[in-house]
């Protein structure tokens, strides 16, 4: 939740600044944002190619795991389907980019803004900022009412670390190394599945 508010404070911060033209002008003339989205990603490659535990997690899981964030995957995107046509100006390619996020709103927002431009961006990052939030204070009616793996799937690519801990609480331990293995596989195929819907 601090993360994610943190996110949001930076967010609103760039945006007055903007507005307001009270940045230097060679951050408004030059797109430093795939640079950063490069190193971004770098350091997302650096993090699970470095965590053995996490590697571990995976190489270590029954192969009917593969099936929860495939689950999550498929189901996010009848979601972002069904909603589409209600969307208004906002097309099913663009509702698939933006829930393609799985949660990962700072790199997906990227990504969108990148290829979709700063209004799409900020919904990415709005709409996977929601979904952690979301996660983490519904959680305990989520398992309740749908099982065990229901909010490791809603927790998106988040279920291996900021929704981890109330997951776990209302899931039990048993279910972290499946939580953890669905969060990084998910986690793994946001930039594919982001650039994919949105360059169509």
């Given at each position: 939740m601090k993360g994610s508010l943190i996110i949001v404070s930076f967010f609103f911060i760039g945006t007055i600044l903007g507005v307001f033209r009270l940045v230097p002008s060679e951050l408004l003339e030059n797109d430093y944002s795939m640079y950063i989205l490069y190193f971004l990603m770098f350091l997302v490659g650096i993090s699970i190619g470095s965590d053995k535990n996490a590697l571990k997690t995976i190489f270590n899981q029954n192969w009917k795991v593969v099936l929860v964030p495939l689950a999550t995957i498929f189901g996010t995107f009848m979601g972002c389907i069904a909603?589409?046509?209600?969307?208004?100006?906002?097309?099913?390619?663009?509702?698939?980019?933006?829930?393609?996020?799985?949660?990962?709103?700072?790199?997906?927002?990227?990504?969108?803004?990148?290829?979709?431009?700063?209004?799409?961006?900020?919904?990415?990052?709005t709409s996977n900022i929601m979904r952690e939030i979301l996660t983490l204070i519904l959680?305990?009616?989520?398992?309740?009412?749908?099982?065990?793996?229901?909010?490791?799937?809603?927790?998106?690519?988040?279920?291996?670390?900021?929704?981890?801990?109330?997951?776990?609480?209302?899931?039990?331990?048993?279910?972290?190394?499946?939580?953890?293995?669905?969060?990084?596989?998910?986690?793994?195929?946001?930039?594919?599945?982001?650039?994919?819907?949105?360059?169509?």
């Open positions: 909603i589409a046509p209600l969307m208004g100006n906002l097309s099913t390619s663009e509702c698939l980019a933006v829930g393609s996020g799985f949660g990962y709103y700072s790199l997906s927002s990227i990504f969108i803004s990148q290829y979709k431009g700063v209004e799409m961006g900020t919904i990415a990052l959680t305990p009616i989520i398992a309740a009412k749908w099982g065990k793996l229901a909010p490791i799937s809603a927790g998106g690519a988040t279920s291996m670390d900021t929704t981890l801990p109330i997951i776990t609480k209302y899931t039990g331990k048993e279910y972290v190394p499946i939580a953890v293995f669905h969060g990084i596989a998910v986690d793994f195929s946001v930039p594919f599945l982001v650039t994919f819907f949105a360059t169509l």
